[in-house]
């Protein structure tokens, strides 16, 4: 069964870049799998930010496309969000996630706190 | 493509026949899904393919719908039910996933 781990600093300052590592187990990040992260913001809906696949095809949502960057390490089976220029509004839980059927979800991370602040 | 979800929020009590519905702005395709999220809490998957219960989930949980409309329900509403419910959509090409506002459940 896949595990996933989402890890980073939980305080970036304003203008500063947002990096995540999400650390996959129980499954080759090589799979047949797209590997997302989605956020929530305090007292916010689920945004999907964006996925890649093994190979580095991505995909992002285009109102955070300007300034998202996902990567894959297959070396540490860890894939990893870049979020540049950040400010208030991008405090959030983050969310590493996946599925066998790349239509949803069924595998997350327990989330991880990201608060932008000076 | 929009997600709409109604209602918002809704109190319920303990073995209420609850139903929430999630429009989308223009027709899609089965690619919907549906999760629970409880505070501090990653969410869990309940429902995808519009009706397909995910594994472990259990059975008082059933989706239906195609098109725009699509609905979650509840046959008798437990305790550990009291959560937010979210739906979400896949468009294929270009794949962007999109989730509705949420609709939140709790005790009357």
Redesign the interface.
Known sequence: QVQLQESGPGLVKPSGTLSLTCTVSGGSISSSNWWSWVRQPPGKGLEWIGEIYHIGSTNYNPSLKSRVTISVDKSKNQFSLKLSSVTAADTAVYYCATSVVPTHFDYWGQGTLVTVSS | IQLTQSPSSLSASVGDRVTITCRASQGISS?L?W?Q?KPGK????LI??ASTL?SGVPSRFSGSGSGTDFTLTISSLQPEDFATY?C?Q?NRY?????????TKVDIK
């Open positions: 690619y899904a999760y999220k990653a969410p869990k998957l995808y393919a995910q979210y979400q896949l270009p794949r962007l996933f999109t989730f509705g506002p949420g």
